[in-house]
């Protein structure tokens, strides 16, 4: 058997979702590919995570409130 491709490595970032109801979601991965340089950036990770709650809330059949803010979690660097 031949040997696999190795898969393009995705760089990501992970953040801290507060909610208005005091709820929170722990490392939501969000694509850097998915970002535009261009545009504001923390509107866009809003966006990205709003439309992460949609899909999710239209799986599991339970909504999650209005956004309070969002976090960007500190990556730990390998020693």
Known sequence: MGRM???ARQEFELFNVYYEDGS???NR???VSELDVLMDRDE???AIIAAQD???AERSGRSRGPIASIEKVKMKKAD
């Open 54 to 56: 949609v899909e999710i």
């Open 44 to 46: 866009q990770i809003e």
């Open 5 to 7: 491709k190795p898969k």
């Open 29 to 31: 991965k969000i694509l």
């Open 24 to 26: 929170q979601t722990s």
